[in-house]
């Protein structure tokens, strides 16, 4: 019997640590994200998004999860827009200004698969059909759960147009957007597409909480509502020089000479610390990073004083 009680209690942990055959459904009454904001792709993030889901609605018959998205900046905080989403086994849809239903993301898809985006553009005042392809699937833990995850590349504008008229967006990929179960696209929750200049690249996920789930933190900013107030508090303590800024593989930075660095890490999209170079690995007022992952990183120094200083940038 004893045995029979131990082999029981081991299935159940196996089963308890795998990844779940159905989608948890996205975008519960109380759930929160915190995405950072900036006004370009290599500016500094002035302010953050908070989107939240507090209520439902009906709308020809099927019900929706509304999530408010409100920008929060130290002078203003609105609320910029509401999407209506829904969660059908794997797959999470959007309503869209054609009354039509498009994926945000879809857990049934396989490697090589695609699927078409629909999301609002604030800059062309109108929805802009994306086609995503899914290029690395696995899983993750985050509060004890096994998540699935999708490495999508978006390929363009369905239509085949280009963003703002611009011919290099038309065919732009901007690889390794991460799509976490639950959470949502850890770039931005609506995928935008403005060719290198994508917006999503300054909207990577602070935060994300639920009532049945804790709060998990990025490590993106050191708080989920965390503002910058101006330019010259981010680089109030050291001025930095990087090139190139899309790097292939490696980049170069460049500090003041007058700069004491004790250390340089690099963080990769999720906020996980990817490399830490000593003293002994650079020189005194330059480093050259070679970079493990594509996608967003963070590259931060600590300097003697304790003080700190960011930069973001994009390997491909």
Not at 87 to 115: H, N, P, Q
Not at 222 to 230: A, N, P, R, V
Request: net charge negative.
């Amino acid at each position: 019997m004893k045995t029979l009680y131990s082999l029981f209690f081991a299935l159940a942990a196996i089963a308890f640590l795998q990844p779940s055959s159905a989608q948890t459904v996205f975008a519960p009454i109380g759930a929160e994200w915190y995405n950072s904001y900036s006004a370009s792709a290599f500016g500094p993030t002035y302010s953050y998004i908070r989107s939240e889901v507090s209520r439902d609605t009906v709308i020809n018959g099927i019900t929706f999860q509304v999530i408010d998205k409100y920008r929060e900046s130290a002078s203003s905080n609105f609320l910029q827009r509401s999407d209506y989403v829904r969660t059908i086994g794997d797959k999470v849809e959007r309503l869209a200004d054609d009354s039509l239903m498009y994926t945000l993301y879809d857990f049934s898809l396989s490697v090589g698969d695609t699927f078409i985006t629909k999301s609002y553009d604030i800059y062309e005042g109108r929805d802009v059909a994306i086609i995503h392809e899914v290029v690395a699937t696995s899983t993750i833990t985050i509060n004890g759960q096994v998540l699935r995850t999708q490495q999508v590349e978006s390929l363009g504008r369905a239509d085949g147009s280009s963003p703002f008229g611009m011919t290099f967006g038309q065919h732009a990929s901007i690889p390794d957007r991460l799509i976490i179960e639950r959470l949502g696209n850890t770039m931005y929750m609506f995928p935008q597409d403005y060719g290198l200049w994508d917006s999503d690249l300054t909207r990577e996920l602070r935060c994300y909480s639920d009532p049945s789930f804790a709060l998990y933190e990025t490590g993106a900013t050191s708080t989920c509502d965390y503002i910058y107030t101006s330019t010259e508090e981010i680089e109030a303590e050291i001025q930095l020089n990087i090139y190139p800024t899309i790097a292939n593989g490696q980049t170069r930075i460049e500090w003041d000479a007058s700069a004491d660095v004790q250390s340089i890490q690099i963080f990769n999209s999720l906020g996980e610390l990817t490399q830490v170079l000593s003293t002994s690995e650079f020189q005194n007022t330059a480093a050259d990073i070679q970079f493990q992952t594509n996608g967003m990183h963070v590259i931060k120094l600590t300097l003697a004083d304790g003080g700190s200083v960011s930069k973001k940038i994009l390997n491909y």
